[in-house]
């Protein structure tokens, strides 16, 4: 019994640090991270500790926060501007108690901003995070978790071309979130994009520098989309000390995509 009890344990310390990815799709695919470029990594991860009941994860030279739904990485440079100057305005979480969340994050000396009825009829808030992070919460009473990721919320000139083109070379399907029509899902998060008559800035070295989905045989998954006629920034490539393969794209708006595979071990 002892044995029994001691590999237990063994088995939770071992995959307790495990990010939490949604199931891949029949494709394979599913939401991976957002990569955040911010001037102190200790204080980010402290706030996704603290207030998001994040586990941090190191892996080489590469700093992790994993989350319900996602995982945050981070590189410690000054970003060029906040995510709202950029075509990846925000992303969103969703929150079992708002009322403690915020309050929480006040007394912490964090910046709330509007607090409203969104788009399914609930109660949301943004709020503000070091180095012009830009976050809306939704509160959402029935989850399990504290905290989950939920959705990441694209402003371009062109955003119904820009929803064509992720439903097309991602094989999904236009769904509408609440009274946003423009939407679509990948396992673990909502997809939404809003037009706007600003021009907005790319991503890259920006607050929010890129955002990540995770892909089981990214190699033959990078090949498909080379056929489709797909340029990458960066091709597919192993990099055994994070324990990642990895490739990057850049989207018709200029948001920086990475494509992963290995970081649902983290």
Known sequence: MTRIYAFLITLLVSTSGLAQLATPNEDGITFGHVHFNVSNIEEHTRIWEDHFGGTVVQRGSLTAVTLPNMVALFSEREPTMGSRDTVMDHFGFKVRDMDAFLEKWQADGLEVGRV????????NAYIMMPDGVYVEMQEDQGLHEEVTGYHVHYYTQEHEALLDWYTTVFNLET?????????????????????????????????VDHIGFEVDDLEAFCTRLAAQGIEFDVPYREIPAIGLAIAFITDP????????EGLDDY
Do not use: C, H, K, Y
């Open 116 to 123: 409203f009825t969104g788009a399914e009829g609930q109660t």
């Open 175 to 207: 769904r509408p979130r609440g009274r946003i029509t423009t939407t679509t899902n990948i396992p673990g998060m909502n997809l939404s994009f809003a037009g706007t008559d600003a021009a907005r800035a790319p991503t890259q070295g920006s607050a």
């Open 253 to 260: 708006a200029g948001v920086r995509i990475e494509f992963t």
